[in-house]
C-alpha cells in the first residue's frame, strides 16, 4: 500500500519493533519486546522542531538521535559545481514517499540536488533489524557522492565503562558528561557493543566495500552550551563512505555510472541474554 501522506510507519516481528518517519526516512524508534528497552536515542520533541528554525544553522539537533541516513553530502554545507549541498544532506530533511507492506517500510525519494533516486526499506525478521538501501543514478553522466548511516543509541544504555568492538579493535566508552570521536577503517563490516544493565548486545553488520570506515561518535551531556546545552546523551555507531574530515573529491568518494544502481544492506542483531545470566560477549566477525 502507498501512501504519499503517511507521516509514519511502524513494524513489529517476535522481538522487535520499529518506526520510521517520512520526513527524512528517519528511524526514530527501536524497541526491544520482551524487556521493553528503547535502543535509539530519543529526546524532547520540541527540541528536535527547534533543529528546522532558520535560527539554529545547519540543525544540528535533527541528528543528535534517532537513525538517519545522509546522502548525498555528510559533514558541513558545501557548494559542488554550482550546487549548495545542505549540513549532513539533502536525503535526512525531505519527506519521502512511504509505501506499507505485511513485514516492510519502503521509502523513495527523488533528490533535487542530483539526479539521485533513492529507496530505503526496513523489515524485522526475528531479533534483527534489516535496512537495504538502494541508490539510482537517473543521469547519463557519472554521479559522485557521499552516504553515511548515522543510528544514534541511547547513551544511558551503553554506560559502565565498557567498550564498542569495531573489527578487531575497540572503542572505549565515555562516562557521563563526556564525549569522544573516533574514526577507522574497518574490513569486517561489524561493531558490537554490550547493554549490561539492559541484559542485551548490539551488533551492526554492512557492507565494507562500500561503507569502509566507522564513526563511533559520543555526546553523554558534555556539551552545555549551544546547540544541545546538556540534552544530548547518544552514542552513534555510524558506517561510513569516507573518514572524518572533507572528501578528498566533491561530496565523497562513491560514483554511480550513467543509469547505474548500488544496493547495499545493513543489519543490526539484538542479542539477548538467557534468563539468570548475563550477556554472553559479543565478538566482531574478523
Known sequence: MSCTDLEAAELSSSTLTARVEALGARMTSIRHGSTAVELL???????LEAADRPALPDGH??????????????????VIDGVEHEYHGEAARRAWQLSVSA????????LRSLPLS???????????????QTIRNDSDVPQRF????HPVFDGALLSGGGAVRVGASSVPLVQLGQGGF??????????????PDARLAL????????????????????????????????????????????PEFGLGPLTLEPFGTLESLLRLEVIEAERG????PVEAAQ
Open 41 to 47: 536515542a530519543r529526546h524532547d520533541t520540541r527540541v
Open 182 to 195: 573516533d574514526s577507522a577503517r574497518v574490513p569486517a563490516g561489524c561493531a558490537c557493543v554490550e547493554l
Open 203 to 246: 551488533r551492526l553488520h554492512w557492507d565494507p566495500h562500500v561503507l569502509p570506515h566507522m564513526h563511533v561518535w559520543q555526546e553523554r551531556r558534555s556539551i552545555l552550551g549551544p546547540p544541545w546545552f546538556g540534552r544530548v546523551d547518544g552514542v552513534g555507531l555510524e558506517p561510513a563512505s569516507h573518514g572524518p574530515g572533507d
Open 103 to 110: 513485514n516492510a517500510v519502503t521509502a523513495s525519494l527523488a
Open 61 to 78: 539537533l535533527r541528528f543528535a538521535d534517532g537513525w538517519n541516513v545522509l546522502i548525498p553530502n555528510a559533514g558541513d554545507s558545501r
Open 277 to 280: 545470566e548475563s550477556p554472553q
Open 146 to 149: 557521499a552516504w553515511v548511516e
Open 118 to 132: 533513492l529507496t530505503r526499506t526496513t523489515s524485522l525478521v526475528g531479533d534483527s533489524l534489516l535496512v537495504r
